[in-house]
């Protein structure tokens, strides 16, 4: 077995849980109480936010311990913007933000606040001088992530600090991904993480507040972490926490090299051992151990399963994948593939004999999805155009055992007759991959040049189709409600 | 060493450390991911769910986890005034809620909405009718605490929880300090519980929301525990706190006679071995573990120092050993005595040894600090009236080495002249209890009939010099701004 969702969550360090023994037994107590054992609690206590504030470069003062890298997230947003509200009311984000950044963003909007959310590019990388660009008089806060935790790009932190203090904008910093690689360089007023993506335990995340910020949490708050997170305090957690991140900073260097190696090797392998696939996320300005890629014609879902039953876990952006409709908003404001989508995060330690397996193991896995789906390899831009036989009619949907595949397909194309016309497939009422899928098969029935009609209602399907024009090289001459219209390449359209 | 500050803190139930081990290694991954490192933390959520919803007697779907029985009152009272936002604005509390109840109101008050606080009587316990009567047709939500965490009083639940079903309105019981004896009986609405006060692991509190009560969670929620906690979940937790709730609840009939005998004599024999000292709360309707008196003449923090020196940890509601300067808001809506108050909440497997102990330590402990504040028992009602030296004058502040204690007045006070007239003492400036130490000396100087006006801008002044005045038989004529006015007994005044 295999964990390569580390980006998710990690198992406990053997620090962390040598800490949170020693302290469930010496750090039950509360802090605040004047006996002997509360007055031993908030020694751990402060031992722990000394050690945790030098791993952020911050004082121990502003360092806040929350229930979660979440809950610090929530309170550092909702604190700066209360406290910010005369300055005014917009929230400036990056498009590619953890869903906990947006859903407080959200909140912001529900209650009259706006939401401004800056692009990326096809990397998932913000523009320095758009940043500069989307702060203003109104702003009242800015927010972005040190590193994504879908695809791995680093984002230009530090100077997109520089920029905001110049604005006189705080800049919260998320964190979550690259804590556990080293502090966040720059003049950032704000800053959150979360232990257990470090080997920390569940139940504790960081909220960094610099002296001189303004910083009012919304909500109930109580005497406790600078009224920042009421209740009673998480010591033994805190404690392992503080503890597992520095013992991991301690390897940081030398395993991220190590870790940086092995996802450079799944990075240049898979396109070549897997066909019709997309590597996503900056190749370099990256985190060491996540690479996520994109395989055509695949459910993510199945493909999870049947790499489960290999013996590995790794997590995936598919909208099939999740309990919503719509995939991932990280890959479709990259505008890049989401059907098929994997995310391979290696945990420390991982073995380079095991990403090699997993190499190994990949090609069989897709395949198997793809024979299940009736899906193969589909014509690239440059290869023989299909027959159109259907051309000017309308296909049935995608189901049914006995259609050819995308690949019969190919194989039987041949000379197509010039300037045949147009094909409608009628995908509605499929979920991803299949009307990719049905519309790979069509564009091998029209001629160089056609026009391929693709109805289909999945949400997925706004990202998927032209994300495989780009891919495969046809022309994708947009969308217009439920149709989408694909011009097979090499023809005059 | 005793630790008798149960009702704060408890260590790690054995039952809770050794699930809390087990589950580090094996419910540490997302249980939302399909992997089976996922699957494995899942089905550890949904049994220690189970269990959780068994021991509050709640279906499992209708059982939320959040970080903390404080985040629990904080999203149970939002979310349920949020959802009944257009039944109305009105929240019901009683005046001795746990204080992040109050906070919560405090919230709701900032938001427009109001807080309706129903008084106690003399033990802390609302009436029912009373309370029937402060539901109506604009209120949304009431809130009352099974029972008391400073003095152990039982709220009559199950008829307040008819009382407002009849009503219409859904009822909060924060259970937080009663779940280890038992569950909740009555058709409550919403419950809480806080899993480190039955020695469950910190980080972990319940939140219950019987199917059918409108309940929408203000803030940023994802699809966590039902949107009521958002972030990743504290599976070990969780399950530590589960286990351990089962655990104590197996030992709950047995301990709990027990631990009532064990109080019982502490209620008993405080009076008798400490003079001028008032033990509060119901004798009868109590937790079985808890116990609160107040000591005349006593500088709660002194005194939990004298007590800890000796072995002992234990709590107090006095001002003067929080970070506050107003005492106690349960002893303030009782009206009773506030300083030199202790609160002893005697943990399961509390010996008997441990009490008696206890009860030859007090008295020495509490005179102890009287002496340092030169302060000895207090001439009672009935006492002969001490000299009235300084009638119609002003006496200085309390500090100074050389003056006479309460004691000394009363040895030396014998017959007064009749109708001596009136003292006042200048006590602005000094806190509690030196301003009452000032007025039991005064008392000592004027004969029966006669007035002290006490001068005291300590806040707690307006508790405990009525209070005082109850205790020792007094009249109590009022205060205006920091003038305080005691008539000493058996005059005609």
Redesign the interface.
Known sequence: ?S?F?AA?????HPVA?QA??AA??EG???P???????RRARMLLDAARETAAEALDCRPDELRFT?????AL?TGI?GALTARRRAGRRLVVSAVEH??VL??G??HERAGGLLHQVEVDRTGRIDVQEWARALGEDCALACLQSANHEVGTVQPVARVAEVCAEAGVPLLVDAAQSLPWGPVEGPWSLLTG?A?KWGG???V?LLAVRKGVRFAP??????RESGAA????????VVAAAASLRAVRAEAEAEGARLRALVDRIRARVPGLVPDTEVVGDPVRRLPHLVTFSCLYVDG?AL??AL?AAGF???SGSSC?S?TLTPSHVLRAMGVLSEGNVRVSLPPGTQESEVDRFLQVLPGAVAEVRARLGAGAAPAAGAGAGAAEDAGGTTAGAAGPDRDTAADVAATAATPPEGAGEITVDARGTLCPLPVIELAKAVGRVPAGGLVRVLADDEAARLDIPAWCEMTGHAFEGAEGTEYRVRRAGGTG
Request: net charge negative.
């Open positions: 077995m964990y969702d998710s969550s990690l198992p406990l849980r949170l023994l469930v037994d039950w107590a509360d605040a109480r004047p006996h002997r054992e509360g229930s979660s890298g979440t809950q929530h909702g869903s906990a859903h407080a959200e909140t979360s257990h335990p569940p139940g995340g919304p909500g109930p708050v109580d005497e009421p209740g009673f305090g998480n010591i033994p957690a879902e999870l399963h489960d876990s790794v997590s994948t309990g």
